[in-house]
């Protein structure tokens, strides 16, 4: 039983086994062992690898040549021929006239009208005959026919002394005297031809033009050698002593 479970728990973990080294008189597992595996550290893999590498890389260079130029001198026409109107201006004279300064105005004035106030009494009620009821000490009523006198009030009112009314101021218009411009000539437009004026210039001529032609310089490549991890060191577990299960 007690080896079945040793060979479960070495299966579940998924152990490699790799070639034993030599071992130590401490190293050695104890007499009631039946396998012993101890874990170690194997190194990591390393190789070298070669590759190109761009150095400097490839360009394109346009390079110019500049024009021929060449100057010459060449009669050209400065100024066209061309018509001009020549204008003189009319001429004017000047002429006083009676003209409007300021024209008439009107100007209103309102005033209030004029009021008293005075006091006037008046019949309210006209007074008559009514009936009245009296009570003695001893319990004996009386109806009686009496006269009521009139009742009278007195009101204030404003009376009007003097109505309202409106007074027109109107101002004459002014006049004087200003100059008028009076047309004596009129106008006038004459055409007159001016001819044209010639001359020299220097002019650039260009014999041969400019020209660009495209240089294309390949990239410089270099060999690079470089160390590469292959595969990284793990832990694995090695057997360190096995002998046969005791039945």
Known sequence: MRNFVIRASLAASVIVLVAAPAFSASDRCSERAITCYEKVRT???????????????GWREVVTTPPVVKQVTVPVVMRPGRWRTVAAPPVYATKFERVLVKAETKRVEFIPPVTRRVEQTIVVSPGGVAWERTRELSGRERLCKVRTPPVTKTIARDVVVSPARRIIYVSPAVYGIAPRPVLIKPATATRVYERPVHGLINRSIVVRPATAEVVDHPPVVAAHRERVLLREGRDVWVNSRSRPEAD
């Open 43 to 57: 190194p990591a893999v390393y190789a070298t690898k070669t590759r190109q590498v761009i150095v400097r890389p």
